[in-house]
Every structure is written in structure tokens, then in C-alpha cells.
């Protein structure tokens, strides 16, 4: 038989929301249906976004993916909300403020148009849009994404912008062309400037946090440049003092792209540095020689500080980062990531 429980969300600022949720459903569909919009994504276990931590009450947890919610996690009580199936009332935190809450489905869509589109290094491609309509204001924190719709089809892939909030409508894009991806392949033989996209966010809770003085240690791998370009350069905007380090990583020296924008923020930003390393490369390489998580290890054995973390990359990337950290001692606590998970083509 089918029974209604009381659902209560915690968020990060101490605020919470309760709705009613019935056992045959999941929690974001529920709130859904009441017109609550919490911070989600796949609906289908697989992205995290929707990751929370139960605090009291008791639940059936769905089918989910091992890399967007680990064995381990799920025994200490983390859930993912889309396949979180409560069976007495429960409260569950999660890890974004109040405001990130939507109460209308209107606000989380709009149009924006193609400015350009431009192949910046052998596998990666910048699309940069512009929000269409009178009001143009694009607002999100540093590291969250957006949802992108291929021009007339129900696909979408989910993409985090370089830039920061702004008023002129824009979004930058640093894309990777995967062979046989239905995103990639619009891009090569479809996509054109002038053209209209279906935009759909912000969501994801990949962010600064506010930790004082600590410094924040970048780490990206290819297009996971992204979002840390965006928190960089919203440190920047805001001119915040702590000391931080970008490590950004490609396999070859065909593959590196945005030298120059991070010379110039470089250049720009006192308390910046810069390691743009390369696995596979040539004698002539005059930067960082050696894979991201290498040229980390080296700068973080003798450290005496404990800087945080922002990781963001494939997950082999992300877990070779977190076994160097625990071997220099760097709590998990302390470590803050976006994985780039597998998605269907």
C-alpha cells in the first residue's frame, strides 16, 4: 500500500524546505510535483548532482552509479535524491545554499545564441553563446554547469562554463570532441554562429568554499579547465587574497589549449600560479613535463600547509589526486571534486 511522508531538506545556510513525498516515488520527483525544483541532473543516478546526506529516517535506495555515489558513501548514509525512496519521514542535507532552490520550471530555461565556435586545440572546441531576450543576465556560481540541447532534438549534454556571472548574456564553453558523441557531432557538422540553443541551469553544486586564508589548489584535466577557470577568474573579480595554484593537465602537446588566457590571468593575479603540464611531450615543451597528478605530488611533498582542493577531471585523474593526498596527509574533507562521469553518446 502507498504512503505519504514528510520529506524535509536541510541546506548549506541552515535554511529547509519540507513537501510531502509518497513511498512509489523518488524524492526529486516528488518535490517536482509540488512546484520544488531542487539542484538535479540525470534523474537517473548517475551525476551526483543530487547527493545528499540523510540525516534521520529510514529509505529504499534505487539503482545508482558506484562512481556518482560509492559503497562506501551510501553506508555512511549519503543519498542520491533521484533514486532515495524514503519509507518513514525523513530530513536529508545537502550541500548548497537556499537560494539554489527553484520554485518555477520558467527560470531554469532559456535561448541563446551562437557568437562562436572555434577549434582551439586537436580535440577541443570553444562555443561561446549569448543569451537571446530582453533580459540577458546569466547568473551562476563559479563551477556549476548548464544543460545544452542539440537545435531540434531532445538531447542534451551538460557542459560547465569558463566565464563568470555576467550581465551581457554570455557563456564560454570549452568542449571535448569525443568520436561518435551526438554533442561532438553537431558541433563538427552542424553547429554555425547565428544559430539558437535550448539552455537549461544552472545546477551542480561543484564550487568554492569558504575557508578562510587556505590556499586553493586547481586541479584539472583537458576541459575540466572549465569550471576552475570560472572560480579563478570569479577570484579575481572579487579580488580575493588567497594564494592559488592552477595544475592543468593534457596528454600531448596537441591537446593543450588557453596558454595564453592563463598567462595573461597569471600576469594579472598577484596570489596566482600556473602549472600547465603535458605527459607525452617533446624536448621543446618549456612548461610543466609530466602528467598533473606527478607535477602535484612533487609540490605538495614538504608543503607545510594543508592547501583545499578543487579536482576536476576523469576519474582516474580524481582517484590518483586523492592517494596522493592521503600519502602527504590531506583529510578527504579537504578535497573538493567534479568527476567527468561516463555518458550515453
Known amino acids: 500500500m ?200 544552472p545546477s551542480g553544486i561543484f564550487g568554492l568554499k569558504e575557508n578562510g586564508f587556505t590556499p586553493r589548489y586547481f586541479v584539472a584535466g583537458g576541459t575540466g579547465l572549465a569550471p576552475v577557470l570560472s572560480m579563478v577568474r570569479h577570484m579575481k573579480e572579487w579580488d580575493e587574497p588567497q594564494k592559488c595554484v592552477i595544475y592543468f593537465g593534457v596528454n600531448t602537446e596537441a591537446e593543450i589549449f588557453h596558454l595564453n588566457e592563463l598567462d595573461q590571468l597569471a600576469a594579472e593575479m598577484p596570489t596566482l600560479e600556473v602549472r600547465n603540464c603535458v605527459w607525452n611531450c617533446s624536448d621543446d615543451w618549456h612548461y610543466e613535463k609530466g602528467s598533473v597528478v606527478d607535477i602535484l605530488r612533487r609540490d605538495l611533498q614538504g608543503l607545510g600547509f594543508k592547501p583545499d582542493l578543487y579536482l576536476c577531471g576523469p576519474p582516474g585523474m580524481v582517484e590518483a589526486t586523492y592517494a596522493v593526498c592521503a600519502a602527504v596527509g590531506i583529510p578527504k574533507e579537504k578535497i573538493y571534486l567534479e568527476k567527468f562521469l561516463p555518458s550515453s553518446h
Open 2 to 201: 502507498t504512503r505519504t511522508y514528510q520529506v524535509t531538506i536541510v541546506t548549506e545556510d541552515n535554511e529547509a524546505i519540507a513537501f510531502a513525498c509518497r513511498s512509489d516515488e523518488d524524492v526529486i520527483s516528488a518535490a517536482v510535483r509540488q512546484d520544488i525544483y531542487l539542484m538535479s541532473s540525470c534523474r537517473e543516478g548517475g551525476c551526483a548532482t543530487c547527493k545528499g546526506y540523510c540525516s534521520d529516517g529510514d529509505y529504499v535506495l534505487g539503482k545508482v552509479s558506484a562512481q556518482a555515489l560509492p559503497s562506501q558513501e551510501e553506508e555512511d548514509g549519503m543519498v542520491l535524491l533521484c533514486r532515495c525512496y524514503p519509507t518513514t519521514d525523513i530530513e536529508v542535507e545537502v550541500p548548497y545554499v537556499y537560494e539554489r532552490i527553484s520554485f518555477s520550471p520558467e527560470g531554469l530555461t532559456f535561448e541563446a545564441e551562437v557568437i562562436e565556435l572555434t577549434q582551439i586545440s586537436i580535440n577541443v572546441v570553444k562555443l561561446q553563446l549569448r543569451r537571446t531576450g530582453d533580459d540577458k543576465t546569466i547568473k551562476f556560481d563559479s563551477g556549476q554547469y548548464f544543460d545544452l540541447a542539440i537545435p531540434g532534438t531532445e538531447t542534451t549534454r551538460s557542459y560547465s562554463p569558463a566565464n563568470i556571472s555576467n550581465h551581457q548574456g554570455d557563456l564560454e564553453f570549452l568542449i571535448r570532441i569525443v568520436d561518435g558523441g551526438k554533442f561532438s557531432e553537431y558541433l563538427k557538422k552542424e553547429a554555425k554562429v547565428g544559430q539558437t540553443l535550448k539552455v537549461k541551469g
